[in-house]
């Protein structure tokens, strides 16, 4: 069983490594490098004293060489900054080796306070040299590139440690795992993720963003995996969670045990298009139900 054990993790990694990425334009100066695992996003500059690279997320460990080389494809310059938005090993993965990558001295690697906390738990197996350096409990802004940056915490949503990054100037927000187009988002009740706490963040996405005409265009949103999304795909996935929970809270007012609501199938009419075997819809009414409860 050990072999067997071992012979899988061999293949996950050897196709992490092997991984493809999808390289695409958002603004001039920013990039989402796009795949299976996730999206890490790369905002760079060259303006005389802004010089750097700056990445929300850092991928998964096993892709770190892949999109380092994708990295230095856009850009020669050394990685300043490292944004966090949550400490999923697929956000985090990659910390220790950017961070101290350039000659000059480590990178600031910045993230809500919950976040380095859960990184530094023995369990988590997250070595040190990753480790946020400049933590939050509710926003952090500062300036890179010529470029206003904002951080949110988004509390209690996916996970107690969620954020979304806000470049002012490009008008793009990076929003982390509570907004995904592969799936439903992840309500990981386990590390204080809560529904409530999912559908306030999507709120505040609604609130940065500011579509161009017809509820198109405009603010641009990378989310934290899938393809590049403007304001109106954010409402669509904010009305569909909040169509979800209020059909969960309303059977549980009505006295429902877990297993009648999710005989109700509550999310049958969403589940064709963001249903995975890693997380069903089953399984976030499960989510929700607990967390409501």
Request: proline share 4%.
């Amino acid at each position: 069983m050990k072999l067997l054990i071992g012979a899988v993790l061999a293949v996950a990694a050897f196709a992490q490594q092997n991984e493809p990425f999808e390289v695409v334009r958002v603004r001039p100066n920013i990039y989402m490098l796009a795949s299976a695992s996730g999206n890490v996003t790369v905002q760079l500059g060259d303006a005389p004293g802004h010089d750097g690279v700056l990445l929300v997320d850092s991928g998964s460990a096993g892709m770190t060489n892949r999109l380092m080389a994708e990295i230095r494809k856009l850009s020669d310059k050394p990685i300043r900054y490292i944004l966090n938005t949550s400490a999923d090993a697929r956000h985090i993965g990659g910390n220790q080796v950017f961070a101290r990558s350039n000659p000059g001295g480590p990178a600031a690697v910045f993230a809500q306070d919950n976040t380095l906390l859960r990184m530094s738990d023995a369990a988590a197996k997250a070595p040190q040299q990753g480790w946020p350096t400049i933590t939050f409990e509710d926003a952090k802004d500062f300036a890179f590139n010529g470029e206003s940056i904002q951080l949110f915490a988004e509390k209690r949503a996916h996970t107690d440690g969620d954020s979304i990054v806000h470049f002012r100037k490009s008008n793009v927000v990076a929003s982390g795992d509570v907004f995904l187009t592969t799936g439903y988002p992840v309500i990981d009740l386990q590390r204080g993720g809560s529904i409530e706490g999912e559908v306030k963040a999507l709120n505040h996405i609604l609130d940065i963003t500011v579509p161009e005409v017809m509820q198109e265009g405009g603010t641009l949103v990378i989310p934290g995996q899938g393809r590049l999304c403007d304001e109106a795909d954010v409402t669509e996935y904010r009305d569909m969670m909040t169509i979800i929970r209020d059909r969960v809270a309303d059977l549980l007012k009505k006295g429902k045990t877990l297993e009648e609501v999710k005989q109700a199938r509550v999310t049958r009419d969403y589940d064709g298009r963001y249903s995975t075997p890693a997380w069903t819809g089953q399984m976030l009414v499960e989510a929700i139900y607990k967390s409501l409860k």
